[in-house]
């Protein structure tokens, strides 16, 4: 079992930076590939990044590659998500999610837990 909870979300201008964190809790957090999604109202989740265990491989939605990067910690049990040049469309509540497996995964249904979300709003 693992528990998850985000924090770092928050109200940004267009243009500036927001670092997400998520702590999560449970022996198998060093062996769980972990994501990110997010979800605007009247939208479906999507997928915005995936880091493996190692945190060798990571994998990114097109519309955040080149300004998100995601990272982890597995010292302090800890993903991240920086996130810069952002836009009023990533406005959207970030959810982080653990695998049961070390490898990356762009869809929400690779992902059998879930953190309770945390809201980015970016204002123009």
């Known amino acids: 079992q693992v528990q998850l909870v985000e924090s770092g979300g928050g109200l940004v201008q267009a243009g500036g930076s927001v670092r997400l964190s998520c702590a999560a809790s449970?022996?198998?957090?060093?062996?769980?590939?972990m994501g990110w999604f997010r979800q605007a109202p009247g939208k479906e989740r999507d997928f915005v990044a995936s880091i493996s265990w190692s945190g060798f491989s990571t994998y990114y939605a097109d519309s955040v590659k080149g300004r998100f990067t995601i990272s982890r910690d597995n010292a302090k049990n800890t993903v991240y998500l920086q996130m810069n040049s952002l836009k009023p469309e990533d406005t959207a509540v970030y959810y982080c999610?653990?695998?049961?497996?070390?490898?990356?995964?762009?869809?929400?249904?690779?992902?059998?837990?879930w953190g309770q979300g945390t809201q980015v709003t970016v204002s123009s």
């Open positions: 999610a653990a695998r049961r497996i070390a490898f990356v995964g762009g869809r929400p249904d690779d992902y059998a837990y």
């Open positions: 449970g022996r198998t957090f060093s062996n769980a590939a």
